[in-house]
């Protein structure tokens, strides 16, 4: 072997062997899972923005989306997500730095914030089933319930989450795992997040562009 490979050394500063090296911590493990996980969603919302690009048109003599989206509602909408985000940030310090109460506080504004944010998406879903523009009508309207009903249901787990997240804080403490954890929620919540973002801009905005 190279030198190159021997960049492991033990207590005597003898290097280690690559292959008798022991196996990675924990930490690292479930970090390299979770982003794996992250990736795997990337992939999934992906494809479904590449559904809703290609049926984006096929309305079946129904409805296109500058006929039937608020962009009012939707822009209270993104404001609660994109502020639960900034308030989740808040909630990982002051976990880091074991302020109770703080951390307690942001994580309730982060989690109300965030069911704001599924209250609106679900009135929206509500008001278009009822004037009859329900995910069977047509292959757009398909391709749009199921990108931003796949987002909610997102949000959804996150809330649930973080509900499960507190818990653990109030039983466990801010030990290194809970800590560990918390940043995967973050990075989970930012994600989504940036998801949101793509899902306002091109469904929504693109929209009445297209139809301007």
């Known amino acids: 072997m190279s030198g190159a490979h021997h960049a492991t050394v033990d207590a005597h ?3 280690i062997p690559f292959s008798q090296r022991g ?37 079946a003599g129904g409805p296109h989306g500058s006929q039937i989206f608020d962009l009012g509602g939707v822009f209270k909408e993104t404001s609660c997500l994109l502020l639960s985000s900034f308030t989740c940030g808040l909630m990982l310090i002051a976990a880091e730095r074991k302020q109770m109460t ?12 965030g069911a704001a944010f599924i209250g609106f998406e679900v009135t929206e879903f509500h008001e278009f089933v009822v004037k009859g523009y329900g995910p069977t009508h047509s292959a ?14 997102h ?24 800590l560990r954890r918390l940043f995967c929620f973050s990075l989970f919540w930012h994600a989504l997040d940036l998801v ?3 899902v306002f801009t091109i469904v929504y905005l693109g929209a009445f562009h297209v139809h301007a």
């Open 23 to 59: 196996p990675e911590s924990i930490g690292s493990m479930i970090s390299f899972g979770f982003w794996l996980f992250l990736l795997s969603d990337i992939v999934i919302f992906s494809s479904l923005f590449a559904a809703y690009a290609v049926l984006n048109g096929h309305t």
């Open 13 to 15: 500063g003898h290097a």
């Open 155 to 178: 949000v959804t787990s996150g809330l649930i989450w973080l509900l499960v997240m507190a818990a653990q804080v109030a039983t466990l403490g801010m030990n290194p795992k809970v």
């Open 196 to 198: 949101w973002i793509g």
């Open 102 to 113: 703080r951390f307690y506080g942001w994580l309730v504004v982060t989690w109300v914030l």
């Open 140 to 153: 757009f309207l398909t391709a749009f319930f199921s990108l931003v009903g796949t987002h909610g249901c």
